[in-house]
Every structure is written in structure tokens, then in C-alpha cells.
Nanobody, 126 residues
Framework: QVQLVESGGGLVQAGGSLRLSCAAS???????????MGWYRQAPGKQREWVAS???????NYAGSVKGRFTISGDNAKNTVYLQMNSLEPEDTGVYSC?????????????????WGQGTQVTVSS
């Protein structure tokens, strides 16, 4: 089993920045076999949407709405994934959750991720 804990959310003005962290813990055998970690967000009244993913090898992918503004990165030694969010917009408001999976594809599908964190609130004021 893998446990994921997010941190770093908060309230920020439009144009500002935040960095989210997602720390993974649990069975060493499960941790080392994680292949992809991703970030999702859910805005009020909307469905949860994929934001970004990173593979164990460092390959990153982004949703079009955040490309060029958000950066996902990982620290294997700390079993932690980060989401650096710059030039934040009110439309980025939502609960951000990290997820992990042992399989490669599809990276954007929620069904591919068996492990989820509890989420952290990000609010961007205009």
C-alpha cells in the first residue's frame, strides 16, 4: 500500500505562485514500483481533471490549460513530487490531489491511479 500526503495549498492573488508537495510513504515494495505520479484538481461544481504527470524516468506531461505555467518535478530520494504553479489564475482554484500508479498508461485517466491523497485547497483571488 502507498499513502500520499499533499501540502502547500493556500490563498494567493492572481499572478502569484504556489508550490504543492506530495509525499509518498508505505510499503517499500510498493513505493519502488510506482511508475507515474500525477496531479489532479477539482473546481467547485466541476469534475476532477488531470493537471500533470511525471514518470519515474522524469518524463512530464501537462494539460493544455497549465502548460507553460506549471512545472511538475520529483525527488526520488524523498519520495516526493512537487507542482510549482506560477502565473496563477482564478480558474486554477480548486482542490488539488496527487495520485500514484504502478502502470504507465493512460496517464490522464483517473482509473489508472489506485492511490490518492486527501487533497489540498488552492484558492486564487482576482
Amino acid at each position: 500500500q502507498v499513502q500520499l500526503v499533499e501540502s502547500g495549498g493556500g490563498l494567493v492573488q492572481a499572478g502569484g505562485s504556489l508550490r504543492l508537495s506530495c509525499a509518498a510513504s508505505g510499503s517499500i515494495f510498493s513505493i519502488v514500483s510506482i511508475y507515474v505520479m500525477g496531479w489532479y484538481r477539482q473546481a467547485p461544481g466541476k469534475q476532477r481533471e488531470w493537471v500533470a504527470s511525471i514518470t519515474r524516468g522524469g518524463t512530464t506531461n501537462y494539460a493544455g490549460s497549465v502548460k507553460g505555467r506549471f512545472t511538475i518535478s520529483g525527488d526520488n530520494a524523498k519520495n516526493t513530487v512537487y507542482l510549482q504553479m506560477n502565473s496563477l489564475e482564478p480558474e486554477d482554484t480548486g482542490v488539488y490531489s496527487c495520485a500514484a500508479t504502478h502502470t504507465a498508461f493512460p496517464i490522464t485517466s483517473q482509473n489508472n491511479y489506485p492511490y490518492w491523497g486527501q487533497g489540498t485547497q488552492v484558492t486564487v483571488s482576482s
